[in-house]
């Protein structure tokens, strides 16, 4: 059977142990998207990989592809440490929901360039931390839907195409995708002008300047979203 080798920078999104000393990693990749690969005796011996298999470091891995669901890990090491996440908790906790999101709404061997600049962005600004956590999220979480093509209707209604003024609140259904006007029945959800105007800013990749409680709305309308489309949180 032939191979041929995956070369790219990437980020661990899963690791789950298998047997005895290999790990099952699934790594986004730059080239190539969601990957997974054997890594034999990863946990055996710390040196196998020089201590790469960490999140939110970005690392060089080189997978052998033999046309199988999963690719062999033969080399990993880490390219840029983000030591700095680890020190607050709450950056911790945004990077890992940012990972968990990324390998549940990317399909398998596609690639995504912009949800991978998206996502190595928001871990540079976590490590840094000169903003906020969760407003760092909050951007990622409406650039991610836009970037794997499940971005939310917010300038008119889907049903009846009928656009809402700037100035106007909306009713939102995020499983249905967007805006849905009283007229063609309403959504339960309901988001202020300034908060709908932000968030389909953050879509198109400008940001938007919000509080920390409006970082959890916008927080709570992506989540919505995103679980019409993958199971996240699994």
Known sequence: MTSRLVQSEALLVRAVPYGESDIVATFFCAQGGKIAAMARSARK??????????PFHTIAVTLQDRGRELTVLTEARIVRVRAGIATKLESVDAAGSALRWTRDLCPPRTEEQGAWSALAELLDALDEGKNEPKIELAFFAMRLLSEVGYALELDRCLMCGKACPDDKPARIDPARGGIVCLSCGGARL?????????ARDMQRGVRAEISSEEATDVLKLAELAMAAHADVGA
């Open 45 to 54: 011996s710390s040196k196998r990989f020089g201590g790469a298999l960490e």
């Open 190 to 198: 309901q988001i202020g002008a300034r908060l709908r105007q932000a």
